[in-house]
Every structure is written in C-alpha cells, then in structure tokens.
C-alpha cells in the first residue's frame, strides 16, 4: 500500500527567503507525483506535475525534483513571499491515474 | 475555460440525515474523482468514473455513501444515514486523463459538510 509522507508538517519563513519542502513515498511504481496548493476553505490548486519518466519541472519561482528510485520529491520555492503562504500538498499517481496524497506542509510567510 | 464546479459549498445536517453532494467537471474531462478530507489530513480518494463507469470504489463506505455519473459528466455524492465521522469537505475532480495516459487534475471548491 502506497504512503506518502511529507516534512516538516508546518514550516514559518521570513520573506525573501529560499525553501524546500519534502515529500517521501514507499513504492516506487509511480505513474506521476504532483504538487498542489490549498488556501484555507479553499480547494486545491495544481502547481506541478512531474511524470515517472521525469526528474523535475519548473514553473515561475518554483521547481520540483522527482527520484523514483529513492521514494522522494521536493518543492523548491525561490524568494518566498507572503502570498506563498498556504499548505502544499504532494500526491503520488499511482495505479489507474488515482492519487494518494501526503498530509502536507503548513506554510507561513512573514512580511 | 470553466473549472470544476461545486455545490452547496457548506452544509449542516444531523446525524442520521441524508445529503447529496453535486459535481461538474470541467468540460471535455473523462474522468471525475470524489475525494474526502478530514480537517488536518490529505484528500482520501472514494470513487473514481471513467466517462459514466466506475473505475475504483474500494473506498467508498457503501453502507452508507453513492455515487453515480449519469451520462458521464456531472456527477452526484450522496450519504445517507450520516453519521459525525463524516464531517469532512468533499472535494471533486477531473481529468482529462484516459486509458493510461498520466493528466493532471483539477480540483473543484470543495463542499464543507458539519454534521452535528
């Protein structure tokens, strides 16, 4: 049974700075992992999907790594800003496109 | 291009009442998905469609919860008899993904349900 772990569980930052959250799976048979974002009462937003065959994807500030064979993917979030403040959920696609989802990490970014 | 949509966003309901979560996805999109999220964890898939078929319900309480997708595009969530375990927001959502091929998915506002 595919588990997907994410750490730390919150993580607070002043602005400006450079952040990594983390995210680890046990079964490497994976289809895609994405990258979402939740506001509070809110639904989620995709931020990156990264294919099996892939190691990493960028789009604006953001970059997310992929290594299958080790179980694990980061977010990498350049010159955080108060509007990055949000949970970032990580989800492995696994089986017939079903995701299975961390219990993500808690952002807070400080003026 | 439109999102997903939701309705109602919040309900309140007693235990042992029944209520009807409603769903349409994004246009064009085979595939819809109904997750759970319990306040602090991450969305627990219940049931997934490919056009109007099931694909995976193996965490569906079906005691309690169905679901259908009639003519494969909007999508209905019921629960009947509720009970306080099942206080979570429903979230719904959609892909373009089909036979194998790997497709985000895009998730609607969700629908917070309190039952008290």
């Known amino acids: 049974k595919q588990e997907v772990t994410q750490i730390p569980a919150a993580l607070s930052v002043p602005e400006g700075e450079n952040l990594v959250l983390n995210c680890s799976f046990t079964?490497?048979?994976?289809?895609?992992l994405q990258w979402f974002r939740q506001d509070p009462g809110k639904g989620l937003t995709s931020l990156l999907l990264i294919q099996s065959s892939q190691r990493e994807q960028t789009s604006g500030r953001l970059n997310a790594s992929l290594d299958k064979s080790s179980g694990r993917s980061t977010l990498y979030i350049a010159a955080s800003q108060p509007g990055d403040s949000a949970t970032y959920l990580c989800a492995v696609g696994t089986g017939f496109q079903k995701l299975v989802f961390g219990t993500g990490t808690r952002l807070l970014v400080s003026p | 291009e439109a999102g997903v949509a939701q309705s109602p966003r919040y309900k309140i309901i007693e235990k042992r009442q029944s209520v009807a979560f409603w769903c349409n996805p994004i246009?064009?999109?085979?595939?819809l998905y109904w997750y759970q999220q319990i306040l602090g964890q991450g969305p627990k898939l219940l049931i997934q469609f490919q056009n109007n078929g099931v694909v995976d319900d193996s965490q569906l309480p079906k005691d309690r919860f169905s679901a259908e997708r009639l003519k494969g595009v909007d999508s209905t969530l019921k629960i009947q008899p509720a009970k306080l375990e099942d206080s979570a927001v429903y979230l719904c959502a959609s892909s373009s993904a089909f036979q194998g091929i790997s497709r985000e998915q895009y998730f609607g506002p969700g629908t917070r349900l309190t039952v008290t």
């Open positions: 079964d490497s048979a994976i289809y895609n």
């Open positions: 246009s064009g999109h085979a595939t």
